[in-house]
């Protein structure tokens, strides 16, 4: 369990690829600089595609939850 | 006692789905046990893949209108007006101008995407689009005088209404600036929100090659989050800037208001189940085409199948059976790759695409079917 306090959550939880990314990057366009935003997915495509845009937009995944049926993904916006 | 079959929005979903009612409960409505009420907020159909073409020169706005009271059997009760408050609980809709409010007992939301510009700064001001008639002219005006420089297709978000027709657009400029001499002076760009260049990824491993034998630049994980129309560049929020002559953008895309403050989803579209169609938050409501959240493409075909799927889903009710019917995901689009040639793709939740070898032969198949599309309307075809 990570102890990150996410500023917004984003259940994208039965939708698939790629809405839990086009629904991260629409909650980190709305954000502050600085703000974390925690996306819940169980896409399995989400594994790769987070980290990736992440590091492409210079955000940063400060970490991946790993639960029982879903992921939970913590991206500060830079 | 009549029950009341209510639909709102008479887009291709809406309005297939009246006349199949009218059709499938003929005796029920003959008889005055049901009643099947169609509402929209504009006294014509508008058939939206129509406007692909206008840019180019090849067809006009009002190719694609009809008056709805020509399309919709004369046994539905057509109302134009525009619905301000659904309330789940008391099955009861209001209405704009203070109309009396109207109650439901089976209520099939369709009110399909609206586009929203206005999320990106200087979009509005800077960017083209052909998914509205008035974008589609204004786009028509700019491109028959374009000959040469930076010409940029940029989809800014996802979902989208016909997640092919970006695509479309950049192989038939291509194709359509090759003929006419000018593609050595036009360089086509086109940006895509993810890291490849189309949401499903069999149709983008089919596309990206035709992309690069066709020299159309690609830039993905490109999410457009502003337009400067005065310095003529369009900035990505990973930090990508284009420059522009001609910005062409598919805008972001939203349901209507009235969805969310009933409380039936967020964005405009409602939860549903995605094989009932049923929406999760509210009993005897369903929603189909762009407004049901089910994770397929907001496509025409999709709303046509899901229409007939509800219609027998709520035949069944009104005769006090089980409903049984149930929507497989099943998509059918044809996809233009030039002025001339064209693929076709059918997928559901089970089967993924695989994209038909392009040909002139799918080409005039596809403009075919938009001829015939009326026919599809009125619940023929």
Redesign the interface.
């Known amino acids: 369990m990570t102890d990150i306090e996410p500023d917004e959550t984003v259940d994208a939880r039965?939708?698939?690829?790629?809405?839990p990314?086009?629904d991260l990057?629409?909650a980190?366009?709305g954000a502050e600089s600085g703000d974390v935003v925690r996306l819940l997915s169980d896409s399995e495509g989400s594994l790769t595609?987070v980290p990736?845009?992440a590091e492409?937009?210079?955000n940063e995944l400060l970490a991946v939850e790993e639960l029982d049926d879903h992921n939970a993904f913590y991206v500060e916006k830079a | 006692m009549t029950e009341r079959v209510v639909i709102v929005g008479g887009g291709t979903g809406g309005t297939v789905l009246a006349n199949d009612l009218a059709d499938r409960l003929e005796p029920e409505l003959d008889a005055g046990d049901v009643e099947v009420t169609l509402i929209n907020d504009d006294p014509d159909h508008v058939y939206k893949p129509v406007w692909l073409y206008v840019p180019f020169g090849q067809r006009e706005p009002a190719d694609g209108r009809r008056a709805l009271d020509e399309l919709v059997d004369e046994a539905v009760d057509l109302r134009i007006d525009r619905v301000t408050e659904i309330d789940t609980d008391a099955r009861r809709l209001r209405f704009d101008g203070g109309e009396p409010s109207m109650e439901y007992d089976h209520l099939v939301l369709a009110t399909g995407s609206t586009l929203e510009p206005d999320r990106v700064p200087g979009l509005a001001e800077g960017g083209h689009d052909y998914y509205s008639e008035s974008g589609a002219t204004a786009l028509r005006d700019e491109l028959l005088e374009f000959t040469e420089g930076e010409l940029v297709l940029s989809v800014v978000g996802t979902p989208h209404m016909c997640p092919a027709a970006p695509l479309e657009f950049v192989f038939m400029a291509d194709d359509w600036f090759r003929e006419r001499g000018l593609r050595e002076d036009v360089d086509i760009t086109y940006t895509y929100p993810i890291q490849r260049v189309h949401g499903n990824p069999h149709i983008a491993e089919w596309a990206r090659p035709i992309m690069e034998e066709r020299d159309i630049e690609v830039e993905t994980f490109f999410n457009a989050e502003s337009v400067d129309s005065d310095a003529e560049t369009v900035t990505s929020m990973e930090g990508t800037e284009l420059d522009y002559d001609l910005l062409v953008t598919i805008p972001p895309h939203g349901g209507v208001d009235l969805i969310e403050a009933a409380g039936l989803g967020d964005d405009g579209w409602v939860d549903v189940d995605k094989h009932t169609l049923e929406a999760e938050a509210a009993e005897d409501v369903y929603a189909l085409g762009d407004t049901a959240d089910t994770g397929v493409p907001n496509a025409g075909s999709v709303a046509h199948y899901q229409a007939g799927v509800v219609g027998r889903r709520l035949a069944s009710e009104v005769r006090g059976r089980p409903a049984t019917a149930t929507y497989d995901g099943k998509t059918l689009c044809f996809v233009e790759t030039g002025m001339d040639s064209a693929s076709f793709v059918e997928f559901d939740y089970e089967t993924p695409p695989s994209p038909a070898p392009p040909s002139e032969k799918l080409h005039w198949s596809k403009l075919a079917y938009n001829e015939s599309y009326w026919l599809t309307a009125r619940g023929l075809l």
Do not use: F, H, N, V
């Open positions: 039965g939708a698939a690829c790629p809405g990314l086009m990057i629409g980190i366009r595609d990736e845009w492409e937009a210079g």
